[in-house]
């Protein structure tokens, strides 16, 4: 029910590691998990996080949209989406006075004072409609969309290079927030994905060519939206494997470079390319980007994390490795790393992958694991010991 209360779930305890301690934020039974990493959960102020949850629907897989006061640890329901919210397919804005989400083949934008939801787009071509990106002027979103193909996805990656090889057409699409226009910017042969904005300019966007990392010969683009041109991002020669792109916040393009071989997947199975000897000795690297496109700095990074989320002054990174969430720093020319807590999740679906992302004041991080079985949300905050 829209508006219901939840009375709250946190616990403190200590990490059996480390010692750090850790609030576990949802422990009801149910699913839960934040927003996509090239998101932030996050209210500004840091007081509020938004998060996905089933605990409305009592059906797997049939999530909705929740919000939690970090300190009362109190959780209001704020849709009630019959056909639930699609996975990893939602945005909100920094002052989360808007969110925007897909659900079946609409995409809708809610109003969390007034708790009103208003369908912007519906999809009604043979189409997959993407993950949205509210643009930083608040006039309109950006998604990727790509023709329809009969391939089952699932757990573990099911379907991921089937349906990279299948795509043969998709868009980007820019949606006004008043429902006044539909523009489809950019048309491709490949399968699109995680689309973004530039967090200070509404006429620039990123997306990828989706699939394997060591199948994608060309990750990253960026798109001018004025006169509709792209151009690579970090141009990869044959040994590059790259994903995992975002904006930082002060405007730069970070990627992950694992070099050889390396597929950008980690299943229940918990193995990584990185890791086996067979890809040789080639050292894995992070790098930052201007809006030109041009790499700034790269920094070897031979610590085979997952995702990898960045502070506001691109010195610290919080990532995830197969067992452990590690603080990285990388302020200087060798990166050096710091064991945070485990995290202890399975991998299995892309709802149990940790996605650790900080805060806007970068005093606290925010993830998500099933080390209990289900999925819950975790955080910790960095200046308590």
Known sequence: MIGKTYSSEKRLYRDEKTGKKIWQLTADGSNNYHFYFTDNSFTLGDQEIYFLSDRASKKPEIYNLFKMDLTSGLIQQLTNEK???????????????????????????????????????????????????????????????????????????????????????????????DGTKVIDVYEDTHWLGHFQFSPDDSTIGMFCHEGPWNLVDQRMWLLDLVDRTVQPCFRQVEDDCVGHEFWATDGKIFFDNRRKGHDGTITSNKTQATIQSAYGDQIPYIGLADKNGEVLKKIDMPYYCNHYHANRNNTLLVGDEVEDLVLIDISGDEAKIETLCQHQTSWYTQQTHCHPTFSWSNEKILYTSDRDGRNNLYLIELNEN
Do not use: Q
Not at 114 to 128: H, S, W
């Open 83 to 177: 056909e639930g919210i699609a996975p990893s397919y939602h945005t909100k804005t920094p002052e989360s006075d808007l969110v925007v989400y897909v659900s079946g083949n609409k995409v809708k934008k809610l109003d969390t004072k007034t708790l009103e939801a208003t369908v912007i787009y519906e999809e009604r071509a043979n189409i997959d409609l993407g993950h949205p990106f509210i643009a930083p002027n608040k006039k309109y979103i950006g998604l990727a969309r790509n023709e329809k193909i009969s391939i089952a996805r699932g757990a573990n990656y099911k379907g991921f290079k089937e349906t990279m090889y299948a795509v043969k057409k998709g868009w980007i699409t820019l949606i006004y927030l």
